[in-house]
């Protein structure tokens, strides 16, 4: 393995702005790993060598004039494949947008060329971002790079396996109920959900658009600093952005915070909640906080019960509501048909999978009428009852403590039979999307058969400074971000 492809995005950054590699070096070296992985990884979708390689070209001879668009000028990254451009084809992992090329791009896109950086290739996601697996994609599987016969976490598995597998030191994810956290659990790397409303959604192709956010996925916390400093910042063309400015992410881990107070909710680590070597690595986790001077309280979530069931009933309403778009008339798949209805019919039953299709049925029974208000309406008023819980837990801590994930990465195909199983992964993770609020997940140490695990740190809403800062201070003290699978 290349030495280049072992460093983060901050230390490559290092050695460009010193003259020590190229860009054009480094590109190489990301794209020669995943050459040589991507017949049994599965990360990607589309790698696009020699427009990178010829894009961090590019970047070297600016640099060489001293145009340097931004520290990262030159370095790559990747791209799950649900952010639209121009340049990249964008099918969101399914057959009925086979083909697409939005005439637009995504702003956070945008913000990543304006910054310099080199797209290497798009990522492999559960369709529409529906799936906790990876395995929901007309692009076949992706697998776990610690373990190749499981599955990386979804929907972002992808990007999350691309960085642990060392094919690219960052990539974007998004995340509704937990897409981009629980992967990068799963795949022992770290994953921030910022809040609702700081990264722009303008060019995401929505699944549920009152959820959905785009983050970062790094190996280290001072590279998903990095990253979000780049994608972050008000948008006009998103009606739901902040129009709040933009704190120098890098800047605050260092600054610790003082006399920290760190949330465990009694609800969260129920003893038939998760594995019990999910919550011995959390506590351990927590015990290094308490090392460094924070102090542990007990916090009550008391709705968190009801998050799963609230989250499948907003989510599915919302993607009902936002798939419809796809008909086969204006773009992507269209079947063949003797009538205007069969096509539409062929189109959708062909064009979507069956878990699409499954979330598609639920989302529209429950918008129905007569059962509008016993589901949807009922689950919005779930919605504001958890988010009152994290309102009054953050009057008596800073931060809250939970695991990621119930559980390590399971066997491919297990759960694809079950939804309800599946659904059960995100048990951790769909709260804090129904809150709006930022988290944070942080390798914490591996099960016993050496599968990675993560710790769910979670703030108020925009405090990503604080939430930045303790995941760096956690790992200036442990080496568990440091790990790399062997492949």
């Not at 060598?49 to 070297?60: G, I, P, T, V, W």
């Not at 090329?101 to 798009?122: F, H, Q, S, W």
């Not at 790094?218 to 400015?245: C, F, K, N, Q």
């Not at 008596?396 to 195909?413: E, F, K, R, Y």
Request: aromatic share 6%.
């Amino acid at each position: 393995m290349s030495t280049l492809v072992s460093r983060s995005l901050c230390e490559l950054a290092q050695l460009v702005n010193a003259g020590k590699a190229s860009c054009r070096e480094v590109t190489e070296a990301f794209l020669d790993r995943s050459d040589q992985l991507e017949g049994r990884l599965g990360a990607f979708v589309s790698l696009r060598r020699e427009e990178a390689l010829r894009e961090a070209e590019d970047a070297d001879r600016l640099r060489a004039r001293g145009e340097v668009r931004s520290r990262w000028h030159g370095l790559p990254l990747a791209v799950k494949e649900i952010l639209v451009s121009p340049n990249l084809e964008t099918t969101c992992g399914s057959r009925i947008l086979r083909g697409f090329r939005a005439p637009y791009e995504a702003t956070v896109l945008g913000r990543v060329r304006e910054a310099g950086m080199v797209v290497i290739g798009t990522t492999n996601m559960d369709e529409f971002a529906m799936g906790s697996s990876c395995e929901n994609s007309a692009h076949g599987v992706t697998a776990n790079p610690w373990d190749l016969s499981r599955v990386p976490g979804g929907s972002s598995g992808g990007s999350a396996a691309a960085v642990a597998a060392r094919e690219v030191p960052v990539a974007l994810g998004t995340d509704t109920g937990g897409s981009i956290r629980q992967p990068a659990a799963l795949c022992g790397v770290v994953g921030l959900k910022p809040t609702y409303g700081r990264v722009s959604r303008y060019g995401l192709v929505a699944f549920a658009s009152s959820l959905d956010q785009v983050g970062p996925i790094a190996r280290t916390v001072e590279d998903a600093a990095s990253l979000l400093g780049v994608i972050a910042g008000h948008d006009p063309r998103d009606s739901t952005s902040m129009d709040v400015g933009v704190p120098d992410y890098a800047a605050a881990l260092d600054d610790p915070p003082t006399g920290l107070r760190v949330g465990i909710p009694r609800e969260f680590v129920a003893e038939d909640g998760a594995d019990p070597e999910v919550l011995e690595r959390m506590h351990d986790a927590v015990r290094v906080l308490e090392a460094k001077g924070a102090k542990t309280v007990e916090v009550s979530l008391p709705h968190t019960p009801y998050g799963v069931a609230a989250y499948y009933l907003i989510c599915t309403a919302e993607a009902s509501s936002n798939l419809s778009r796809y008909d086969g008339v204006k773009y992507g798949f269209r079947s063949e048909a003797a009538t205007l209805d069969e096509m539409y019919k062929r189109s959708r039953s062909e064009g979507f999978g069956a878990e699409v299709k499954r979330r598609i049925l639920l989302g529209t029974f429950v918008l129905s009428a007569g059962y509008y208000d016993a589901y949807y309406r009922k689950a919005q008023q779930v919605r504001t009852l958890i988010r009152q819980d994290f309102q009054r837990a953050f009057e008596n801590c800073d931060v809250i403590a939970t695991p990621t994930s119930p559980g390590p990465a399971w066997p491919l195909g297990e759960r694809v039979n079950d939804p309800l199983k599946m659904y059960l992964s995100d048990v951790f993770t769909v709260t804090v999307n129904l809150a709006g609020l930022p988290a944070l997940s942080v390798p914490c140490g591996f099960t016993s058969a050496g599968l990675p695990l993560g710790l769910q740190l979670i703030a108020p809403p925009l405090e990503e400074p604080r939430l930045l800062a303790v995941g760096h201070t956690y790992q200036r003290e442990t080496d568990w971000h440091q790990a790399a699978p062997e492949l």
